[in-house]
């Protein structure tokens, strides 16, 4: 069964510092890896989807990679900003399984 | 912008009741889902549907049902309420035919509280 873990589960930064969140999953065997965002009581918000045949998705100033064969994405943040501050959470499909397998999240704070 | 609604913000309901948790989607989209989301948990699939009618048990379906009478509109029905159904539920819809291809879109959640 796909597990996927998110580290670390929460982290604060001052504004304008480059981020780095992490993501792994045990069963290397996927068709797409996807990011999201969500703000405190609201639903999710896609920001990347990576297919399992490219190794990285860009979008304004984040860039996602993946090395399926390590099982491991990593969603970089560059100038973060007091906005950017929510809980980003990254989900896999994979297997014969038609959904998604969501990590448990990284809370981030960026200080103003 | 595809946008997916789900009918409540807050519900309070208390034990025993049958409780119904509705979904629409504006896009023809025919694939939608049902999550909830809890603390320390993440998010877990309850049930979907690829099609009108047509509808599969997720990793946790026990104590829900679904109904998908038309294809923008897929309910969560809990028949019996519990205070382990407390949760945050979240609605999500994807594109026909390209289920692997294109990001999942969501609602903006229904935060439901069983007394």
């Known amino acids: 069964k796909q597990e996927v873990t998110q580290i670390p589960a929460a982290l604060s930064v001052p504004e304008g510092e480059n981020l780095v969140l992490n993501c792994s999953f045990t069963?290397?065997?996927?068709?797409?890896l996807q990011w999201f965002r969500q703000d405190p009581g609201k639903g999710l918000t896609s920001l990347l989807l990576?297919?399992?045949?490219?190794r990285e998705q860009t979008s304004g100033r984040l860039n996602a990679s993946l090395d399926k064969s390590s099982g491991r994405s990593t969603l970089y943040i560059a100038a973060s900003q007091p906005g950017d501050s929510a809980t980003y959470l990254c989900?896999?499909?994979?297997?014969?399984?038609?959904?998604?397998?969501f990590g448990s999240g990284t809370q981030l704070t960026v200080l103003p | 912008d595809v946008k997916v609604t789900q009918s409540s913000r807050y519900l309070v309901k208390r034990t025993g009741e049958k409780v119904f948790l509705e979904c629409v989607q504006d896009?023809?989209?025919?694939?939608m889902f049902w999550y909830r989301q809890d603390p320390g948990l993440g998010l877990r699939l309850i049930y979907f549907?690829?099609?009108?009618?047509?509808?599969e048990k997720g990793d946790i379906p026990e104590g829900y049902s679904v109904s998908r009478e038309k294809k923008e509109r897929f309910s969560l029905i809990l028949e019996s309420a519990s205070t382990n159904q407390t949760s945050m539920y979240l609605c999500?819809?994807?594109?026909?035919?390209?289920?692997?291809?294109?990001?999942?879109?969501f609602g903006d959640g229904t935060r439901l509280s069983i007394l």
């Open positions: 989900a896999v499909l994979s297997g014969s399984a038609r959904q998604l397998t």
């Open positions: 069963d290397s065997a996927i068709y797409n």
């Open positions: 990576i297919q399992s045949s490219q």
């Open positions: 896009m023809d989209h025919e694939n």
């Open positions: 549907s690829y099609d009108v009618k047509m509808k």
């Open positions: 999500a819809s994807i594109p026909t035919g390209r289920r692997f291809g294109q990001p999942q879109h």
